[in-house]
């Protein structure tokens, strides 16, 4: 018996998205950090949306919402289901 038990091995497509730079640390904050963790992650999402559109214009504003469009289709089958 160990003083402390050390934690499983993450899966991989986790590994992979906590290794992006920005966006990972986003997702690592808001798997694993403390609820009120999840409202600053939507927050920082949000002002790079509100940076985008600053720098690149109508197409910084448009295009993340144009990718957002099979994730929130996806969603809705994934509601569907049940």
């Known amino acids: 018996m160990t003083a402390i038990e050390m ?9 992979l998205l906590f290794a992006i730079p920005l966006f990972g640390w986003l997702a690592r904050d808001a798997a694993n950090g403390k ?6 992650t939507v927050a920082a999402l949000v002002s790079m949306w509100g940076c985008s ?3 690149f214009g109508l197409p910084g504003l448009y295009l993340p919402a144009l990718a957002m469009v099979p994730v929130m289709f996806l969603i809705l089958v994934l ?3 049940g």
Do not use: K, M, V
Request: no cysteine; net charge positive.
């Open 35 to 40: 609820p009120e963790d999840l409202g600053y």
């Open 7 to 15: 934690p499983g091995r993450l899966p991989f497509w986790q590994r």
């Open 53 to 55: 559109a600053l720098l």
């Open 79 to 81: 509601i569907s289901r």
